[in-house]
């Protein structure tokens, strides 16, 4: 099996920054691409931004420029640096890893989540 496990999110006041990170451990043979999704109350979860193995990224149009997505591929770790931070960007983020695993197989996984709360 594959876990995720998330750390650095908070509180923080409008303008500050917060670093997120996101470690897979388990039985992985590589990560093709890790990302970190948000999901708001009441609204759809959706997608900050990405990376694949090879160091590509992508990033939700209106985050580009305030958040930095990045990776350590010998420690299985995904970051997301976030910026200029806004009360709008309140939200629980959520690291995914799509998994090539020691058997072969292939699945797509999910953290549990860390909490973002800005404060206007």
């Known amino acids: 099996q594959v876990q995720l496990v998330e750390s650095g999110g908070g509180l923080v006041q409008a303008g500050g920054s917060l670093r997120l990170s996101c470690a897979a451990s388990?039985?992985?043979?590589?990560?093709?691409?890790m990302g970190w999704y948000r999901q708001a109350p009441g609204k759809q979860r959706e997608l900050v931004a990405s990376?694949?193995?090879?160091?590509?990224?992508n990033y939700a149009d209106s985050l580009k420029g305030r958040f930095t997505i990045s990776r350590d591929n010998a420690k299985n770790t995904v970051f997301l640096q976030m910026n200029s931070l806004k009360p709008e960007d309140t939200a629980v983020y959520y690291c995914?890893?799509?998994?090539?695993?020691?058997?072969?197989?292939?699945?797509?996984?999910w953290g549990q989540g860390t909490q973002v709360t800005v404060s206007s």
């Open positions: 995914s890893a799509d998994v090539l695993k020691l058997d072969l197989g292939r699945g797509n996984y």
């Open positions: 990376i694949t193995s090879g160091g590509s990224t």
């Open positions: 388990g039985s992985i043979f590589i990560i093709r691409v």
